[in-house]
């Protein structure tokens, strides 16, 4: 007698969602081979000192980066390495005050790994504020007052740097003496070589001769 064997097939629906868990794995494992790593680059950072308030600068260049990459820079000031005070495509930063930063610079592709490289710096603050003495003449005769500054530290302007506004309006001028004044209250103003303006008050006395005959 002839024996049958029964040959149980697999549905054909659970072959099916195999199959496609299957191809789901491999096109995972594709993708996240084909997120290629961007090449290691260099980072230079250039500082420009601060000579008057707040016209420090950072200028930025990189080497080796992937010609289609872009390059982002943040920028942090000390003590703050957390919060960004800037963040730019551009190749530098104006604008900043002495003190010790730090770039991070960011390079990014599309279907790429991005990465990063940071750089200390320190802009260096070398201004020199301003100050000046004022002495004077008092009058005794008809416009016979004088005023004169005498610069302590910082840098007049080189032309019509000094003004003076009151019981006379003189100025501005290159001069750092007035003559010829009437008595009375004025206020010199001397502006720097960063275009910042100091003022100091001044009060000329009238003295009236006494004439005995």
């Known amino acids: 007698m002839k024996k049958n064997t029964l040959i149980k097939k697999k549905p054909f629906g659970k072959v099916f969602q195999h199959t496609s868990v299957l191809l789901l794995f491999l096109l995972v494992n594709f993708a996240m081979q084909a997120q290629a790593t961007l090449p290691t680059f260099s980072l230079s950072v250039t500082p420009s000192a601060e000579t008057c308030r707040n016209n420090g600068a950072l200028a930025f260049s990189t080497s080796g980066t992937d010609p289609g990459a872009t390059v982002t820079y943040a920028i942090y000031k000390a003590p703050n390495f957390t919060t960004a005070i800037s963040t730019t495509t551009s190749n530098s930063l104006t604008g900043l ?26 802009i260096d603050s070398n201004v020199s504020l301003l100050s000046f003495t004022v002495t004077k003449t008092d009058v005794t005769c008809p416009n016979s007052g004088v005023i004169n500054v005498k610069i302590n530290s910082g840098t007049p302007a080189t032309t019509n740097a000094y003004k003076i506004t009151g019981s006379m309006n003189v100025g501005p001028q290159s001069s750092s003496s007035f003559t010829g004044l009437s ?5 010199v103003s001397v502006t720097d070589n960063c275009g910042e303006v100091v003022t100091q008050t001044v009060t000329l006395t009238t003295f009236t001769p006494n004439v005995v005959f």
């Open 183 to 187: 008595g009375g209250s004025y206020v």
């Open 97 to 122: 005050s002495g003190g010790g930063y730090r770039i991070t610079a960011t390079q990014s592709k599309a279907g790429h790994t991005s990465n990063s490289q940071v750089r200390n710096v320190n």
